[in-house]
């Protein structure tokens, strides 16, 4: 793939803007008083079914109205400004994409055409992102030739074709073997750190998000609940974490028995120390300060993000 024309800045600025949105379907509401600023990069779309995930997209696309509020997409108001917007916009469906009669060349140029591609520019762009995807020697067979792995790559192709600033991915790995679906985060990564593309990944495997993204917005019947750093979030939800004292060992561990802390193991003046009854890292400091020791390194043990996100939704 060639390096990218658009105008995308990989540094931390909002690239989604939400404020106070709602989407309803009759009765129903799919999202409900949605706001948040979310800044560029690659960004986990987190949830369980039916918590909204979709009808965000589908929001953000403008391919569904907005019941109450609004939201900007790379400075853009959505639906004011949806058709100029989409030429910035790439999309991964979930399902297939393409018609099956269509060869991974065909399907890739039309796409670049319905995203108000010249016809000469759609079918140089073609060849450079089915090259970029691994589908260069299969870009002339039919699509219903194609096995799991290879449609996931089309649809990737398709959505790059007209060179977005900002990528939407429905479960790009979904139906994968392994190493269709390392090859297939090794690709988002190239995008997300070297071309400059931001990136929102909605998925349930959470090691996909786990080793692409930078941050994660979670969801939950149809309201935001947590945005934050992945690493934050993990932190946050650590059960344990790895201190170095110096001073008053005894007196230290006494202290952190009675704070809720467990001594899990101990090496020199190193410990690991297992979080009880509401304690946290703030209990190790004020265990030093009571013993007369000092910290002088905490590192939070931290957990999954599959351990993380079930805090985060009150799973525990």
Partial sequence: MPEATGTADPGPHPIIELDGVEVRYGKHTALSNVSASIDGGAIGLLGPNGAGKSSLIKALLGLVTFSKGSAKV????VGKQSGVLRRRLGYMPERDAAFPDLTGFQATWYAGRLA????ADARRRAHEVLLFAG???ARYRQV???STGMRQRIKLAQALVHDPDLLFL???TNGLDPKGRTEMLDLIKVLSQDKGVHVLLSSHLLRDVEEVCSQVVVMRQGQLVRHAPVNELQAETADACQVTISGAFDAFCAECAQRGLDVLS???LHLQLGFQNGAST???FEAAQAAGAVVRRLTPVRVSLEDALIDVLGGR
């Fill in 74 to 77: 790379l400075g853009r108001t």
């Fill in 116 to 119: 108000g591609m010249p016809d």
């Fill in 266 to 268: 101990v090496k020199d």
């Fill in 282 to 284: 703030r209990t190790v």
């Fill in 170 to 172: 429905d479960e790009p």
């Fill in 135 to 137: 589908m260069e020697e």
């Fill in 144 to 146: 219903s030739t194609y």
